[in-house]
């Protein structure tokens, strides 16, 4: 259980969403880093339910706290002053500081508030999640989600796994920042 006794399990759509991301990785020969904020490991939790998963996921850093965005994942610390840590160009650093930690072909990463109060002047349910692949291309996704802590926190992990697998099939559209 959650701090605010909220059951948070794997499962559900997270888990699907986990296994396609799995499969999308095994046929592109390609492995996944993850930098998790919000969902405190529960990302890599989902992964690592899928069997074959070694195959894939290479591990990750669970950043919660600020500080450890920047010394762990290398987000820029002005930025991180600046802006807080929920943020795009936030997302987009951990998703390259976990590329570069893990020695994966992709990083992964999601900064933002379950809740129950606003953070860094965002409403409870705002989360960025980012993947930075190859050739230095990375996409960001800005997501508003409604609900409890653990219902945010688990569409994160869904939201962030699809937006993965779309990145790893190549069918990507919308944000990149080089």
Do not use: N
């Amino acid at each position: 259980m959650d701090p605010a006794g909220e059951e948070t399990t794997i499962g559900g759509e997270a888990l699907e969403a986990a296994r396609a991301a799995h499969h999308a990785l095994l046929e592109a020969g390609a492995t996944v880093g993850t930098g998790e904020s919000l969902t405190g490991g529960l990302i890599g939790a989902h992964l690592t339910a899928v069997p074959g998963a070694s195959a894939t996921y290479r591990g990750g850093a669970v950043t919660y706290a600020t500080d450890t965005k920047a010394s762990v994942l290398g987000v820029p610390e002005d930025l991180l002053a600046e802006h807080g840590a929920v943020h795009p160009d936030v997302a987009v650093h951990m998703a390259r500081g976990a590329r570069r930690l893990t020695g994966a072909d992709y990083g992964l990463a999601v900064t933002g508030v379950a809740g129950p109060e606003p953070q860094d002047g965002q409403p409870v349910g705002t989360v960025y999640a980012a993947v930075a692949g190859p050739g230095s291309h990375t996409r960001v996704l800005r997501f508003s989600f409604t609900g409890d802590r653990s219902g945010i926190r688990l569409d994160t992990v869904a939201g962030a796994l699809r937006l993965l697998r779309t990145a790893v099939r190549g069918d990507v559209t919308g944000d990149t920042r080089a």
